[in-house]
């Protein structure tokens, strides 16, 4: 029986690499202009399906050895510059969202998504010190804004896919560390960490300091929680 079912898995392993090699990847049989034209669809029709951003190694399944898909995402985002929405670079790929203006219009017709995370100043807070220092502790989170951070608030981060832990610490009683997740770079609309505004740029500006986070000073365009700066997600049916 066992046998049997390995055969079926074997089975449908060859018949996936099969459908793989019979895939047309390189097209030469096209001329330059429509082979390019051809890979821009696929692309974009990968993208505008997927539920979490597409990474360069999805993307290179698709396309040609030869083809340059940072220039491919170019004239994509280039045809789409007069439409409400765009290819954004987050969470290590790429993924379609609508443009700011028209956060006000969705709300009023849809509602939210269900997507974004509702986050308190607080936690925002929180999470803006987390993604500069981490891995950090609750201990240090704590030091840091000269009051507990409780268990509590740390695991309705953790439970709303933000923050994971990180490495034990090295002080004494190895406690847990926190980090963010790719979950934290989708919701701030961030492509990797260092998105993240340089903190001594912003300390030695005067823009940022533990004094204005502690005041609830929150740089603009880095929340990704409410303002014009909120970006919709493109609903997929």
Wanted: contains cysteine; aromatic residues 8%; hydrophobic residues 40%.
């Amino acid at each position: 029986m066992a046998e049997a079912a390995n055969r079926r898995g074997g089975s449908r392993s060859d018949d996936r690499r099969s459908a793989d090699q019979l895939f047309d990847r390189e097209l030469d049989h096209l001329p330059p202009e429509a082979r390019w034209r051809e890979w821009m669809h696929r692309v974009e029709a990968t993208i505008f399906v997927a539920s979490e951003p597409v990474d360069r190694e999805t993307l290179a399944r698709i396309v040609g050895k030869s083809c340059s898909i940072d220039l491919l995402i170019d004239d994509i985002r280039e045809e789409l510059r007069g439409r409400p929405y765009d290819l954004a670079a987050v969470a290590g790929g790429w993924k379609h969202l609508t443009r700011p203006a028209y956060a006000d219009a969705i709300r009023a017709a849809v509602g939210g998504s269900g997507k974004t995370a509702d986050l308190t100043q607080s936690e925002v807070l929180v999470l803006m010190c987390i993604g500069y220092f981490q891995p950090i502790t609750r201990a240090e989170l704590s030091s840091f804004f000269g009051k507990e951070i409780s268990r509590d608030f740390i695991g309705h981060l953790r439970g709303a896919g933000l923050i994971a832990s990180g490495p034990r610490s090295p002080t004494p009683g190895a406690p847990y560390t926190y980090v963010t997740t790719k979950a934290f770079l989708l919701e701030f609309g961030l492509d990797t960490l260092r998105d993240l505004p340089d903190f001594e740029a912003l300390e030695d500006a005067g823009l940022l300091s533990k004094e204005k986070l502690l005041r609830g000073d929150i740089p603009v365009g880095l929340t990704g929680v409410e303002g014009d700066d909120d970006i919709a997600e493109v609903e997929v049916p």
